[in-house]
């Protein structure tokens, strides 16, 4: 019995650290994300006289490359959480699996047959936890997004491709509407929104 509890506890140690290990990539792209728009504000409002080509050319640019990378940050964030999402439902199941198991020793100590019947199940149910962690995404890599903004006749519109690890994710959309977002469908999860 102190074995399955150990098993168990391992299992809740093992899904929190991934937790854990997840939440750290997604303050670090969040952080990542929030300087790259500071920067591309701190661009947009820089003033460059009409005639200064050289000024205004370095800010088109600068907005641009710092716009990617807000957008290249927000996607991150966006595939951390899902995976965080996984992660967590591990732990909750790991962590039930183990209070399960502590209220069953208490319970237990009646008959030796009993005990054997409900840490077996407990046993079986820190399997499936684990099977449940080793499942998870690997969030290794990165999403690479590339912004199209197109001006025409006065009309803006735009789109988004983006590729995970070199795979393509398939085309996505800009929204120009208030608040403005890049979009792209992430498989398994859904769509992955970032503001513009």
């Known amino acids: 019995m102190q074995q399955d509890l150990s098993v168990a506890q391992a299992g809740v140690a093992a899904a929190q650290a991934e937790v854990n290990r997840i939440q750290t990539l997604i303050n670090g792209a969040v952080s990542s994300r929030n300087s790259a728009w500071n920067s ?12 200064d080509a050289v000024c205004q050319a370095k800010k088109a640019a600068n907005m641009s490359y710092y716009l990617g990378r807000y957008s290249y940050f927000g996607g991150l964030v966006g595939t951390y959480s899902a995976a965080k999402t996984v992660a967590t439902a591990a732990l909750t ?5 183990l209070s ?51 001006l025409e006749d006065g009309i803006a519109s735009g789109r988004v491709d983006a590729s995970w690890n070199g795979m393509p994710l398939g085309g996505g959309t800009v929204r120009l509407s208030d608040p403005a977002e890049a979009c792209i469908e992430i498989p398994g999860s859904g769509p992955l929104c970032t503001p513009l």
């Not at 019947?117 to 999403?143: I, T």
């Open 93 to 97: 199941v790991a962590k039930g699996v």
């Open 100 to 150: 399960g198991i502590q209220t069953q020793v208490t319970a237990m100590q009646n008959t030796l047959a009993s005990v054997q019947s409900q840490v077996n199940a407990a046993a079986n149910g820190v399997a499936m936890a684990q099977a449940a962690l080793d499942q998870l995404p690997d969030v290794g890599g990165s999403v690479s997004p590339v912004v199209t903004i197109i």
């Open 40 to 51: 591309y504000l701190s661009w947009s409002r820089k003033s460059c006289a009409w005639y």
